[in-house]
């Protein structure tokens, strides 16, 4: 991330990116919680 000045997110910062696009989030699915590694699941609204 640090190559690419990226940051990491947390869920509610999510929330309200994708809320503008007019999508919510229904589901979080943690894989990999020890490094917080995750798939989510958006729906338009």
Known sequence: MCALASVERTESQWKA???T???ELI?????K???YESITK???I
């Open 17 to 19: 990116l994708f809320a």
């Open 21 to 23: 696009e007019g999508l």
């Open 27 to 31: 589901q979080t699915i943690s894989y």
């Open 33 to 35: 919680p020890t490094s």
């Open 42 to 44: 958006f729906v338009q």
